[in-house]
């Protein structure tokens, strides 16, 4: 299944030298920096340094009574979509959405304030052994508005169908429907997954610290005047399209006759999402790599140093360096 606290910067060279500024968000504590690598013949006079203030800052305090933070009401209804028909002609977020969905992106969706939504993730395997040994490690969320409402009845296990192939490969997921929208309410709405050591789906490995999560924010409209045609992409048999990432695949295909040097100075592996001429994902260990790529720009989100991510852009032919702060 399509595969986070810091901050991402990045370096690039080409024939000559310039530096691009980066646009980041934070999902945990650590930082991920990318900049451009001077050369040996420019002397800058000054390195413009990009720091970013978290979100939030964890202070520890410490009393003798522990009052936990009731999660407070919900105007919205919840329905878990498992072993049920809850979810039968229900329309997916992601069908408001007129682009593809990244993890670690926020996308604005307008939906019909009379009309239940549904939210799908998963964490898909090649085979049923490495979803059990897997599923273990894996620990879902559920936010509506930065608080928690993860039930158990909204995760379960099943077969997972690919609308293109008809392969059927093995799924732990999370399925809930939201009603109850009212104009003039909007919402943000979080889910996804943590994991807590190193596991495999079968086609590429998964971090602990990594958080791989999906963010909406959800603005209820009136209907339109026509009924929608799209057609919802879960369904209780789960035929949802499955895009599994195998590294350096371009999607759609085209001729990858160029390249982009990436150095990983993180310390550990990054993985690195391209968005372009051609569609790529790539796992990096530490140390240089040169990654072959379609001729052209790309829009990219990096995530290393133990959850962070960066989203930026890059052209074929170019040199990245990556390393946390």
């Not at 049923?128 to 936010?143: P, V």
């Not at 909007?186 to 596991?199: A, E, S, W």
């Not at 994902?281 to 052209?296: D, K, M, N, Y």
Request: a negative charge.
């Amino acid at each position: 299944m399509l595969p986070k606290k810091g901050f991402l910067i990045f370096i690039m060279l080409g024939i000559s030298f310039s530096l691009i500024g980066c646009n980041s968000l934070i999902n945990q504590v650590n930082s991920l920096i990318a900049t451009e690598t001077p050369t040996s013949t420019v002397t800058a006079s000054s390195t413009p340094t990009h720091t970013f203030t978290p979100t939030q800052t964890f202070t520890p305090t410490h009393t003798n009574t522990l009052t936990p933070t009731p999660t407070p009401e919900l105007s919205l209804a919840l329905s878990s979509c498992v072993y049920s028909a809850v979810c039968d002609n229900v329309i997916e977020v992601s069908d408001y959405i007129d682009t593809e969905i990244f993890y670690g992106r926020k996308y604005a969706a307008k939906v019909p304030y009379n009309k239940p939504v549904s939210f799908y993730i998963s964490w898909v395997a090649k085979d049923e052994a490495l979803l059990d040994s897997g599923k273990d490690h894996i620990q879902f969320f559920f936010e509506i508005d930065g608080n928690s409402y993860l039930k158990e009845s909204f995760i379960s296990t099943g077969p997972y169908t690919t609308d293109e192939t008809n392969e059927t490969y093995f799924s732990y997921y999370m399925w809930i429907k939201i009603s109850g929208w009212e104009i003039g309410e909007d919402h943000d709405v979080r889910l996804g997954f943590n994991v807590d050591q190193v596991i495999s789906d079968g086609w590429e490995n998964y971090y602990p610290g990594t958080t791989y999560d999906e963010n909406y924010r959800i603005s209820p409209v009136l209907p339109p005047t026509a009924t929608p045609t799209s057609t919802p992409t879960s369904t209780p048999t789960q035929t949802a399209t499955f895009r599994p990432l195998p590294t350096n695949t371009p999607v759609p295909s085209c001729d990858a006759n160029s390249s982009i040097t990436i150095k990983n100075d993180t310390g550990g592996y990054m993985t690195l999402y391209l968005t372009g001429p051609g569609s790529f994902s790539f796992e990096l260990a530490p140390g240089t790599h040169t990654i072959s790529v379609c001729p052209g720009a790309y829009s990219f989100t990096g995530y290393g140093c133990g959850g962070a991510y960066l989203n930026g852009t890059m052209n074929s032919g170019e040199e990245h360096t990556f390393w946390c702060e």
